[in-house]
């Protein structure tokens, strides 16, 4: 057959190992780790998804190799006791019934012991180690760690490897970035050591170089070896790419595969893990940079999803295997997809750190457009119904869209009624915003797989109880949205306020075409130094946006919409205040968004104005009430992002129109897409 991606479907040697293709799931902590530090069954099922998924390799993390030095995270798995290995064994057993090679991340967070604890009393009580002693960012005291420590943690490193190798993992990943301990030894911001540990690179790599020797020694010639590190740090004063080069060459020689993800979690989240507003690829030079340095595979990570430009950047030669993390979250089967020629069928990943924000608050793993992610056993697979009914859904939002699939993949006879011309919902909204563009496409793709899984989908097609009626459904999904609130404030004649969708779906601003992210080529792998988002007046869509608002613009509402249609116009170049009620913006941001949010909004200039009440719009622009007074906010433009409105009016509307009726997303309760998404999922599989 003619592969769509000939070089990611190409196997690659490593070691003694095969990869079946160029794709591999990056670590991902897992969900539930018991109270010993073995993973429980729904670990196991995490892991596995994304083998069977196709994934060439799937890397477990993380393995904490020295309890004693690394209280670490309030989740760990730890293989510290042989007795332990059952647990361990069952999930390597998971990854290779599936073809894949199972990999285990062995770690030490060194002075980062504990970051993510909940438990702040345990936090506190922890000893936090490193090359040098300091204050944590959180105010935390770190030791140094003495010689005779770093003896045993090398050793503990190798029992580690020999351990998982017993267990059967057939390669390991040692983690020397993101800010853990070998990275804080490799880094000059963190090591200050004046002993063999510290100083010139010779020194600060010696730690590494003890630890891959000692892994090496214990799991023997051919076992993969798999280095992690950080391309550059990225913040002033930490090492970068020219001396991640001279990193990689030193340690080259004990390892087979060098894995450049990027950043450190002292600064610089959002590097790491490239946020939203980050371009796809935007780590991936680092990689380039390094491969044309040393003769290993090289690995390249972070905001990756596009089978295209994955396969360019194998293809050039900027590096040998792409990495996934948060988009086999997103779509576990990319690689299963890329392999048939059914790219367009990727699910992709929106980068709203859903998955990273919901283990701190509730202990759980969560994908916002994949609901089976740490829900892995709970019978949410898509299975073939016992009886084959006649659904209708009603609306072509996300809710419809995946309600409607997952029904029609379950062996239903489904039609999808939605009222407008189009298909998408509230996502048709978010086309020209550039960094929600994911998003935008979500919708697209949900159509298309509806399509292909033989959904009946009739636009243009409002259903109201006379038509369902008529239609006798067995079961009917009623998802018909909300629609924005209007302003309950006066409004001085003459004083144009917008609703978000105003903007948006505007007549100009939807016959504007939308920028696609180019896919890198390697000629231009130099200039993604930028590490930029992608100018969003480069954008026809967004920039059509600034043509219908005035040069200075208030958004009332500062929540999520509110932030990001701000963020939008003051990137377009515009002066644009926010004036939010609340105490604070975006409270209804997951916390890792959030922040990361915030600072894109202050870098833009947005003038904040919290705690104020709107309480007129005049021609002069908007009063607001705060404790320190009344002012006015002056804009040309107004726009109201106050929130959503449930249709729940049409809904109740149908609620007696089936045997099974079930109201599913912002019909039910405004929400969020991981609502939307998970309701409507599960309601396709209670028909
Ligand atoms: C939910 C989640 C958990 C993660 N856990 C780990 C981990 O335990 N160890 C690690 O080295 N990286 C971890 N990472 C970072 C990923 O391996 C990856 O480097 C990062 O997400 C960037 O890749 P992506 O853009 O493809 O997601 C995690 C990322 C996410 C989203």
């Given at each position: 057959m003619r592969r769509d991606y000939p070089n990611l479907c190409k196997p690659l040697q490593v070691g003694r190992v095969t990869l079946r293709n160029r794709m591999c799931s990056a670590p991902l902590g897992a969900t539930d780790i018991l109270a010993d530090g073995t993973p429980g069954p729904r670990t196991l099922g995490f892991y596995e998804m994304r083998a069977k998924g196709g994934a060439a390799a799937v890397t477990v993390s993380e393995l904490v190799v020295h309890p004693d030095t690394d209280g670490s995270q309030m989740l760990k798995l730890s293989l510290s006791t042989p007795g332990q290995l059952g647990a361990f064994t069952y999930v390597a057993d998971a990854i290779k019934r599936h073809g894949a090679i199972a990999s285990i991340e062995l770690s030490h967070s060194g002075q980062y012991a504990g970051t993510y604890m909940v438990d702040k009393k345990k936090k506190g009580a922890l000893c936090q180690y490193g090359p040098s002693d300091g204050v944590r960012p959180d105010g935390l005291p770190v030791k140094a760690l003495e010689q005779g420590q770093i003896a045993d943690i090398v050793a503990a490193y190798a029992n580690a490897a020999g351990l998982a190798k017993r267990a059967g993992f057939e390669m390991v990943m040692v983690h020397a970035g993101h800010g853990w301990l070998i990275n804080q030894f490799l880094s000059p911001y963190f090591n200050k050591r004046t002993d063999e540990y510290g100083g010139p690179l010779e020194n600060r790599v010696r730690f590494a170089r003890e630890v891959l020797q000692a892994v090496r020694d214990e799991v023997g010639p051919g076992f993969p070896i798999e280095l992690r590190m950080s391309g550059s740090e990225l913040f002033d004063g930490g090492y970068d790419l020219e001396e991640g080069c001279r990193i990689a060459e030193a340690l080259e020689d004990l390892v087979d595969i060098i894995h450049v993800s990027a950043g450190s979690y002292q600064f610089g989240f959002s590097m790491t893990h490239p946020s939203m507003f980050r371009d796809h690829g935007c780590n991936v030079h680092l990689a380039a940079e390094i491969k044309k340095h040393v003769k290993v595979p090289v690995a390249t990570v972070g905001g990756l999803s596009d089978p295209a430009q994955m396969e360019e950047i194998v293809s050039s030669g900027m590096a040998d295997i792409v990495v996934m993390g948060r988009a086999l979250l997103a779509d576990p089967e990319i690689p299963n997809k890329v392999m048939a020629n059914r790219g367009d069928e990727i699910v992709k990943c929106l980068r709203c750190f859903v998955c990273m924000a919901e283990r701190p608050v509730t202990q759980t793993r969560r994908c916002a457009v994949n609901p089976r992610i740490g829900r892995e056993f709970e019978g949410m697979a898509i299975a073939p119904a016992a009886e084959k009914k006649r659904v209708l859904v009603v609306g072509g939002g996300v809710a419809g869209l995946v309600g409607a699939w997952v029904a029609a993949k379950r062996g239903h006879e489904v039609t999808l009624c939605e009222a407008q011309g189009e298909l998408g919902g509230i996502l048709r909204s978010e086309r020209p915003l550039p960094f929600k563009r994911d998003m935008f496409r979500l919708g697209q793709t949900y159509a298309l797989l509806c399509e292909r899984a033989g959904v009946d989908i009739r636009l243009n097609t409002p259903v109201d109880a006379a038509f369902a009626e008529k239609f006798a459904p067995d079961a009917l999904i009623a998802a018909v949205g909300s629609e924005p609130m209007k302003l309950p404030i006066p409004v001085q004649e003459d004083v144009r306020v917008l609703t978000v969708d105003d903007l948006y779906l505007a007549p100009s601003v939807a016959a504007a075409p939308i920028g696609e992210e180019a896919a890198p080529s390697a000629k231009e792998a130099d200039s993604w130094l930028s590490y930029g988002t992608t100018e969003v007046s480069e954008d026809p869509a967004a920039a059509a946006v600034a043509?219908?608002?005035?040069?200075e613009v208030v958004v009332i509402g500062g929540g999520l919409t509110g932030c990001e249609c701000a963020l939008l116009l003051a990137r377009l170049g515009k002066t644009v205040h926010i004036a939010e009620m609340r105490d604070g913006l975006a409270i209804d941001a997951n916390i890792r968004n959030r922040p990361i949010l915030l600072a894109e909004l202050a870098d833009a200039g947005v003038d904040e104005v919290v705690n104020a009440r709107a309480l007129e719009v005049t021609a002069d622009g908007v009063v607001v009430e705060t404790p320190e007074g009344q002012r006015t906010l002056p804009a040309q433009t107004v726009i109201c992002a106050i929130g959503q409105r449930s249709r729940r009016a049409a809904a109740d509307a149908l609620l007696d129109a089936a045997p099974f009726v079930r109201v599913v997303g912002d019909a039910r309760r405004p929400a969020n897409i991981t609502l939307a998404v998970y309701e409507a999922w599960h309601a396709a599989m209670d028909i």
């Open positions: 043509d219908l608002v005035g040069d």
